[in-house]
């Protein structure tokens, strides 16, 4: 038990616990992750490195407000924006996702209007997509480690996650095709539903798949997906492209699969503009179309229908490109004060190392084998004490694979300020110095 920071203990999902919960309630409870940011909203003084938020400071409240007053500016499109809108989304919107997909990634194709679809931030069609493709015991390969909220969509499905190697390039292909070669031998192949890779400034690693492994990936699915005679899906999850801050940009997983029949490529407004708005979209192949909307029919029959109208008019009024720049001003400063911190705090620590992301939001940060810097481990206390918080590297492993490596922690960049990162990294280097 630390300071009380502590999940609380399962039940067993089978027990009955007198209130009459489903299964899937019972067994999405007491995630470690949930607590931490509980207790981190109690003690507001703590210097908080372990929210996945995004800068306070720089969030668009006067682009918002303009688009505000366009959407209702007049009375017959304001009350269109009031109303209920479509299970796939305010066309406009979706017309204006397509043109930017198709700007970010000319060789894109097979990418038309009808597999474009809205949902409430990037992370429901992950949901969506785990609904549509998942029954319990099927298998989502994913990087080892990886985005832990998608890996509560899985176990909330039933559904196994198996880790993939994943270095400062990303996804390592040859791991991928070893996993694959694995499951074939031992005639699990026909369980494979999917791939979940984030390509972009991966939350937690930072890391982007690199150039040359992009193409070799998309062939990988292809050709485990003949073996297995029916489509294995790549969902490629691109919520952080948008935020660079050096280097060129890449062309996405999809622009790779020329008829766009494996890949699923999620995109979200929320790091880029704002995710009080919570606005995502997909591009989908053809047959997930029907299927991922009639889960949705079930769900919502349609996002909000007012914030997608915002969207929509914050980019046909040339509001969003300039807010991103501004953005990635913003982060790479933020990025840089991380970086010079952890080689001042950290760099004489023998055996730690870190990566230096060229964008996103997150450090991932590797101790010397011995610390523990998991919830119950010494080094989280000793960083609690000197006053802040991170997230331990170890809940982002998935439940099979590579063992979660305990000596990990993800540490954000994106709430603090300059002054905040340097005092919560040297919080964290005294702590550090005490355990190793
Ligand atoms: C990798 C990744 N994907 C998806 C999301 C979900 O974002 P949203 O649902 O706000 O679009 C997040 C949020 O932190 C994320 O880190």
Not at 167 to 174: C, I, M, S, Y
Not at 232 to 255: F, K, M, N, W
């Amino acid at each position: 038990m630390v300071n009380g920071l502590v999940a609380p203990k399962r039940k067993d999902p089978l027990a009955d616990a007198g209130t009459p919960l489903s299964r899937r309630a019972r067994e999405a409870g007491g995630q470690p992750i949930g607590e931490l940011m509980h207790r981190a909203l109690a003690r507001p003084e703590l210097i908080s490195l372990a929210a996945g938020f995004v800068d306070q400071a720089s969030l668009p409240v006067e682009a918002t407000r303009v688009a505000l007053e366009q959407v209702l500016a007049e009375a017959t499109a304001g009350k269109a924006a009031l109303q209920y809108g479509t299970t796939l989304g305010f066309p406009r919107l979706r017309e204006l996702l397509l043109a930017r997909m198709r700007a970010a990634d000319p060789g894109l194709s097979a990418a038309s209007l009808e597999r474009v679809i809205v949902t409430a931030g990037s992370n429901q069609l992950l949901h969506l997509l785990a609904d549509t493709l998942l029954d319990p015991g099927d298998i989502v390969l994913v990087a080892a480690p990886t985005y832990f909220v998608f890996l509560g969509a899985l176990a909330s499905v039933g559904a196994r996650s198996l880790g993939v190697a994943a270095d400062a390039q990303g996804l390592v292909p040859e791991s991928l095709d070893e996993r694959f070669a694995a499951l074939a031998r031992s005639s699990e192949l026909s369980r494979v539903k999917a791939i979940y890779a984030t390509s972009y400034f991966d939350n937690p690693s930072g890391a982007s798949i690199e150039r040359q492994r992009r193409p070799r990936i998309v062939d990988l699915v292809q050709r485990w997906s003949q073996q297995a005679k029916r489509t294995i899906y790549l969902i490629e999850d691109t919520a952080y492209r948008e935020l660079r801050y050096e280097g060129q940009d890449l062309p996405s997983l999809r622009s790779l699969d020329a008829t766009g029949e494996h890949v699923i490529l999620t995109g979200s407004f929320s790091k880029s503009f704002s995710p009080g708005i919570r606005v995502g979209w997909g591009l989908l192949p053809p047959e997930l179309v029907q299927p991922v909307c009639d889960q949705k029919q079930n769900i919502d029959f349609g996002s909000p229908n007012f914030n997608q109208h915002l969207m929509a008019a914050v980019l046909e009024s040339g509001l969003f490109d300039p807010h991103v720049a501004e953005l990635r001003g913003r982060y790479r400063q933020k990025l840089k004060a991380m970086l010079d911190a952890a080689e001042r705090h950290l760099g004489k620590v023998p055996g730690a190392s870190w990566q230096r992301p060229q964008g996103g939001l997150y450090v991932w940060l590797t101790l010397p084998p011995h610390v523990d810097a998991g919830l119950h481990g010494r080094l989280f206390q000793l960083a609690l004490d000197a006053g802040v918080l991170y997230v331990p590297g170890e809940y982002c492993y998935p439940a099979e694979g590579p063992k979660a490596a305990k000596n990990t922690v993800r540490l954000s960049f994106g709430v603090q300020d300059e002054a905040g990162i340097a005092r919560g990294m040297k919080a964290l280097g005294e702590a550090l110095a005490e355990v190793c």
